[in-house]
C-alpha cells in the first residue's frame, strides 16, 4: 500500500481504485474527496426519492422496487436521448426552405455608426473658465462692503477659476 493509505477512508480507497482501473494515475488528492462529495450526494438525492415512493405506496420501509425507481427517475430526469436522426433532418428541410433575406450591406461585418461605439476614443478635458476683470472687480467691491476691515494681504487672494469639462470625439489625421 502506498504511504497514507492504511488510515484512509474505505470509501476514498474504492474512488482511488476506481480512478486507477480507469487508466488516471496522475491527479490532485482533492480528486478523490470531490468524487466522494459527488456520490454521497448522489446517493443522498435518490434515497430521499426512494424514501417519498415508498411513503407515497404506504409501505413501512424502503424497498429495492423503490430505489430502483428512484435511480430510473434521476437517469430520465439528468439525461435524456437527442431525437432521432430522420427527424432532425426533417426538422433542418423545413428550415432550409425559408431563404435567408438578402445583405443590404456591403462586404464585412457592419458595424454601427462610430457615434454609438463604446470603444471609440474621446477625451474629456478640464479647461477653468475665465472670468472677466469687470467681475473679477465685483467680486472685490462686495468682500469690501462685507467687511472693510480686512487688511490688505487677504485682499489679494487669486480669483477662484471654476472649471468647465468638455469631451470630443478624436478625429483621423489626414495622411
Avoid at 478523490?32 to 415512493?53: C, K
Avoid at 462610430?114 to 468682500?143: F, G, H, V
Wanted: proline residues 11%; charged residues 30%.
Amino acid at each position: 500500500m502506498a504511504e497514507g493509505e492504511e488510515d484512509m477512508p474505505r470509501d476514498a480507497k474504492i474512488v482511488k481504485s476506481l480512478l486507477k482501473s480507469m487508466g488516471v494515475e496522475d491527479y490532485e488528492p482533492r480528486v478523490v474527496h470531490q468524487f466522494l462529495e459527488l456520490w454521497y450526494r448522489y446517493v443522498v438525492d435518490v434515497l430521499t426519492d426512494a424514501q417519498v415512493y415508498s411513503e407515497h405506496a404506504n409501505k413501512t420501509a424502503i424497498d429495492c422496487d423503490d430505489v430502483k425507481l428512484a435511480i430510473q427517475s434521476k437517469v430520465n430526469f439528468s439525461f435524456s436521448q437527442p431525437p432521432p436522426r430522420e427527424v432532425l433532418l426533417e426538422l433542418a428541410r423545413n428550415r432550409n426552405k425559408i431563404p435567408l433575406p438578402k445583405s443590404i450591406a456591403g462586404p464585412g461585418i457592419p458595424l454601427p455608426p462610430e457615434q454609438d461605439t463604446l470603444i471609440s476614443p474621446n477625451y474629456q478635458l478640464a479647461i477653468p473658465k475665465k472670468r472677466t476683470a469687470q467681475a473679477i472687480e465685483e467680486t472685490e467691491e462686495d468682500e469690501e462692503i462685507a467687511d472693510p476691515n480686512q487688511s490688505q494681504e487677504q485682499k489679494t487672494d487669486p480669483p477662484q477659476l471654476t472649471p468647465q469639462r468638455v469631451s470630443f470625439p478624436l478625429a483621423k489625421r489626414p495622411k
